[in-house]
């Protein structure tokens, strides 16, 4: 299985990750980051294999 970033208008892919190759030790991925700037948005894309809970990633990262 994978995961798959494009452009929903031009189809444009800029990132794929395999998840069996590159993440089977890890309970979920952190595949980018929404970023408020201005009147708008911008995607960062990133790839960062995590483990444990949905509340307890949030935390780590500062969320919660």
Known sequence: ??????????????????????????TGVLVGTLIREGDGWKFEATAEGVNGSIDAILSAKGYK
């Open 1 to 26: 299985s994978f995961v798959r970033l494009a452009d929903a208008d031009t189809k444009v892919e800029f990132a794929r990750h395999d998840l069996q190759a590159e993440y089977a030790g890890n």
